[in-house]
């Protein structure tokens, strides 16, 4: 593989390793032998922090951002993009895939979520990023009892309900 970072998404289903390439590839590796089955060419460098999620109609597929601020969710057996949305920032984090949708932390002290059918936003909350300088820093959320707990940028930490966003 060429440069990567973070941790790929597992797919057990189809015995995948999905991996994103600071070459702007998706590429999914066979859990077996390692050979490719198959690549993906994207606009922008990927972060190769995936999820693994499914669809209502049992469609499992792979959830990423890339550095230009999409998140990408593809059919995991194929690579076939089935929608990306634009988010305001990358996200350097893991998404949590959860009944509700998708919970997207991203470099602009953002948490959105999404909805895992089609990427709309079901609500999104943000921080105002601090003016000073900082490292680039978001968490993935910690998920407990309803609840969405996350560090942004500025240093603070919050909960948010994560039906509704309402901050707790």
């Known amino acids: 593989l060429s440069f990567t970072m973070g941790r790929p998404a597992v797919s057990n289903r189809h015995e995948l390793v999905i991996v994103g390439t600071g070459e702007r590839r998706l590429i999914a590796l066979s859990t077996r032998n390692g050979s490719e089955i198959w690549a993906k060419d994207f606009p922008a460098e990927l972060e190769a922090f995936g999820g693994i999620g499914v669809q209502k109609s049992g469609q499992e597929v792979a959830l990423f951002s890339s550095r230009d601020g ?5 059919g995991t057996d194929t690579g076939v993009t089935l929608w990306s ?4 920032a990358e996200s350097r984090a893991e998404p949590n895939i959860l009944p509700e949708g998708v919970l997207v932390t991203n470099a602009q002290s953002e948490l959105v979520l999404l909805n895992i059918e089609n990427g709309k936003r079901i609500w999104s909350k943000r921080r105002t990023p601090p003016s000073g300088m900082t490292v680039l820093g978001h968490s993935r959320p910690l998920i407990s009892k309803g609840r969405a707990y996350v560090g942004f940028s500025d240093g603070y930490v919050a909960a948010f309900d994560i039906k509704t966003g309402k901050e707790i």
Do not use: E, G
Not at 70 to 74: R, S
Not at 85 to 88: F, G, M, N, T, Y
């Open 70 to 74: 999409i998140f990408h969710c593809v």
């Open 85 to 88: 949305v634009a988010l305001s």
